[in-house]
């Protein structure tokens, strides 16, 4: 058995799961519609529980082979940034629906490493969603050999856009 995932996985869930406190206009609410309208999210209702004070403390949402969880943040909680990465088909669609939605594009669609092309959003709750277009010509770091990548940024060199847009969003909260 190996003690890291603990033996057999339920359906519908991986090893690792992102779990979200959403803290804004319509909280968790929101944010589940939000993900079913832009990733084509499909919540687990049987998850969907209400706490005392009327808050949602734990809500599921499915995202193609993924579930994300979710809670209305507690007023006392200190705010925590969710950065969440997702695989989709056509990231300008997903930008559009994300936009229409009332999302902020942090990175526009731009050509990334190995054939990829990466866009970035925030939602009105403050997530940043990286979203990754993995094509027939691309390469993910998973397909790489073993080993740490030989390519590093010249320290005198500008920041690139897709690092100066991250770092931007990050630090302009």
Known sequence: MDLLTGGDLPPGYGTVNPFVAVRGDGGAEAFLRFVTEVFDGHETRAAHTVDADGLLIHAEVRVGDSTIMLCDAKPHWAPTSALLQVYVRD???VVARARAAGAEVVTETTPFHG?????????PWGTIWWLFEYGPASTAPSEAPDALPSWRPYPSAPPS???RTIDEALTNR
Do not use: F, H, I
């Open 91 to 93: 990231a300008e669609a």
């Open 115 to 123: 054939g990829q092309r990466l866009a970035r959003l925030r939602d």
């Open 161 to 163: 856009y897709v690092y």
